[in-house]
């Protein structure tokens, strides 16, 4: 389901939403909560002239509508919204909030089963998987750190033992490299270890998907010598169609704070 065909779902849910409500209404918010079959709805309303809103039974229908638009925002790999807020302002003004990290904040606790049954209906990717919802911890453990290179000669010089990129995914494979978010960044340049001659041009960075973590210099060899990246973190950068994922704030910190603990422990 695309913009376009949620935006259609989401004028016949404000429609329905606006035709159901009291001549008085100002404002009108409706909660979506769903975890596999389990779901719940629950609204409520600003009146016009007073100063608190009051709980509203929103029409049953909306309920079609929500599992309707969850369904078809599902995302390959990364599953779909758990909670999704509806805010519809007098006359027709409306805005949508979706989660599909957080724990929503339940009524009722869903019945046993109902994350397992999520998963089943939206497979999810394991790092997409929250940890609430049985997924990696969140202070990033297992989070492999890439190596620029595989060893050094005794005078420096880089030594790779790894499989070439085949020229066709060679600029694929570096947008991934270089467009990731970066977690850590010095102010500074480092030698270049294949060229000693050149200025000091090495990106003192790190990067995440999320997934790995590895050093701004994996892109610059790659770049500037065709050197390869290791054969694991490329199989994973193919894997996910040379598309970066979408990688929130929460992921960020833990990989940054697995990458601080790498560097305390070697």
Do not use: C
Request: glycine share 8%; no cysteine; aromatic share 10%.
């Amino acid at each position: 389901m695309g913009p376009v065909e949620q935006n259609e779902v989401l004028q016949e849910m404000t429609l329905l939403l606006s035709h159901a409500l009291p001549a008085d209404w100002e404002e009108a918010v409706v909660a979506y909560r769903a975890l596999g079959s389990y779901t719940e709805m629950y609204g409520q309303i600003q009146h016009k002239g007073k100063k608190l809103p009051s709980p509203y039974q929103p029409p049953a229908e909306l309920t079609g509508l929500f599992a309707r638009l969850r369904e078809g925002m599902y995302r390959p790999g990364f599953g779909t919204w758990l909670t999704a807020t509806l805010r519809l302002t007098f006359p027709a003004t409306y805005n949508v909030r979706y989660d599909g990290d957080s724990e929503p904040s339940w009524v009722r606790r869903p019945p046993d089963g109902a994350g397992e049954e999520e998963l089943q209906r939206f497979p999810r990717d394991p790092q997409h998987v929250p940890e609430w919802l049985g997924g990696r911890p969140a202070d990033g453990s297992a989070i492999p750190v890439a190596k620029p290179y595989d060893d050094s000669e005794p005078d420096g010089t880089p030594i790779f033992q790894r499989p070439e990129v085949p020229a066709e995914d060679r600029d694929a494979l570096l947008a991934y490299l270089e467009k990731a978010p970066i977690i850590l960044m010095a102010h500074s340049l480092s030698e270049d270890m294949m060229d000693p001659e050149r200025p000091s041009r090495v990106p003192m960075t790190y990067h995440t998907d999320g997934v790995w973590i590895w050093p701004g210099a994996v892109g610059y060899y790659l770049r500037e010598h065709g050197l390869p990246p290791e054969s694991e973190l490329v199989a994973h950068i193919r894997g996910n169609g040379f598309e970066l994922p979408d990688t929130p704030d929460h992921v960020l910190s833990a990989t940054l704070k697995h990458l601080y603990s790498s560097f305390s422990n070697g």
